[in-house]
């Protein structure tokens, strides 16, 4: 396992995430770097776009910001692919004896997250001030809405609306806020899933907690620490120049200062064609987070949940701590390394715990604290799930004897691919630009290539016609794929409920994944099990 991330030392100098490339492939295995670098070169690799656009380079490319994603391409030695799930012939847990009901469409993967129903074990989000979640928001919000899962408005979207209001520093009304909330309460069915308000430093200090629950009537506020894809503040990219000076003038850092005039005149020339927005770090105190939890819940909050980034395991347990003291609902961690916005790729690829590591630190808390009778909120886990086995495994691996610790996913950049992809086709079917292999497979016809719209149509009636195309691919996604195959998952277990998946359906591929999880090896799982039945 070892070998498998020192080989990933040849990217340094070359990155599709910032459209670096090399003059050679056999690239040195210490720097990236080709063995021979001349001077007559007009590739531009990692170095070479740091000589002539510096800090940008840190980057996802700028001119994709608004349409695209970003994610880590280091490999950390330890994924799901490291584990399989067990499947069993004897068993039929779930069922309440009627076997003739056993059949994958009966699987019920319902499960509850700090209360909160959800059809699909999947939170959605967060979706915050980043141009790529305001555009693709109505099939993002439509597509949550009517799987039966929850969406999150993200970060910093107050602060972002040019059109908010303010009076004395908090906010009166924004437009953009309520717009978010309104799209996924049209296609809401009031039991499954909701909209989550989540807030972060600049939002506090704006008073979005409080419109949101008291003008928007939002049920659930989510604070936030960080993420997977980066440790520090929020970011985003400016293309105006006059919304750079307004968001200074609200208090956040932009670079460069837009106020200069040197500055001002270096933009209008086309030196350079964004400025980065950038949030405070937030350093959390334990008695203030438990005081700010319970405040929140006196000005009306009926469920107040905390996401928080992949922080070193001490900063794990101390998060489990005050989750545990304030009583919080549910907690979501998020392993590296992928972001919905702008995160620097340097940070993505070298800093902070992925997925599995940081779910086993966990685990590891949360078992600690259950020994001492302390509560532990309902958990969450992020970074990089887009699709059931994975899902499977995650909530599995957190079962250990009473129920599963792990309630559900939260999945951030796969949805938006799902919105950008319907969206794209659907303008190349209306632009009659559709690739002829998919004609030929699918059709040119939006209503007939989404295999969810008569089931949509025949639920929705006369509404389906105001139901975003993109919101029908983001609920095909999550319900026809990532539902039906999680259902097949469990069958093929024999478990027809969610909750009934444990630490023994799965079995560790390598001997990485078991010392670091507890999960036995394929060849030692059940040997007892063997000599007591043949014994």
Known sequence: MTDRVQNNSSYLNSKS????????????????????????????????????RGREALYPEPIQFG??????????????????????????????????EAIFPNVNIETKVGGMPLKLPILTGAFGSTDVAALNWGGLAAGAAIAGVSITIGENVVGMDVASTFSNNKVTASPELKRRVD??????????????????VEDQKLGTDIYALSKLEVNIIERKWGQGAKAIGGEVRLRDLQKAILLKKRG???????????????????????????????????????????????????RVFLKTGAYRPSAVAYTMKFASEAKIDALSFDGAGGGTGMSPVPMMDEMSIPTIYLQAIVLRCAQILKNKGKYVPDLVMAGGFIEETSIFKTIAMSNFGQGPLVKAVLMGRSPITAAMKASYFKQLAAE??????FVDLYGSDPAKFFIATPELQARYEN???????????????????????????????????????????LMSLSTLASKVTGIQLADEVEKEAIEEILG
């Open 432 to 437: 009659k630009k559709l690739p002829k292999h």
């Open 67 to 100: 349409r695209s994603t970003a994610g880590s391409l280091k490999n950390f030695g330890l994924d799901w692919s490291h584990f399989n799930i067990q499947a069993s012939l004897f068993e039929a847990e779930g069922l309440d004896g009627n076997l003739g």
């Open 463 to 505: 509404k389906f016609s105001s139901l975003p195309l993109e919101g029908v691919g983001v609920y095909t996604y999550l319900t026809e794929r990532v539902g039906v195959g999680l259902r097949q998952l469990l069958a093929g277990n024999r478990k027809w409920k969610l909750g009934l998946i444990g630490r023994n359906d």
């Open 183 to 200: 799209l996924f309460r049209t296609f809401w069915d009031g039991k499954y899933g909701d909209v989550i308000v989540q807030t972060n």
């Open 17 to 52: 995430t910032v459209g670096t490339n090399t003059r050679v492939k056999d690239t040195s295995t210490i720097s990236g770097m080709c063995p021979i670098c001349i001077r007559e070169c007009s590739v531009l690799c990692e170095i070479g776009l740091s000589t002539f």
């Open 252 to 302: 956040y850092i932009v670079i460069p200062d837009p106020e200069d005039p040197v500055i001002q005149e270096a933009f209008k020339n086309g030196v350079f064609n964004t400025f980065e927005r950038h949030s405070r770090v937030g350093i959390p105190k334990q008695n203030d987070f438990i005081e700010d939890i319970a405040w929140l819940r006196k000005q009306g909050a009926k």
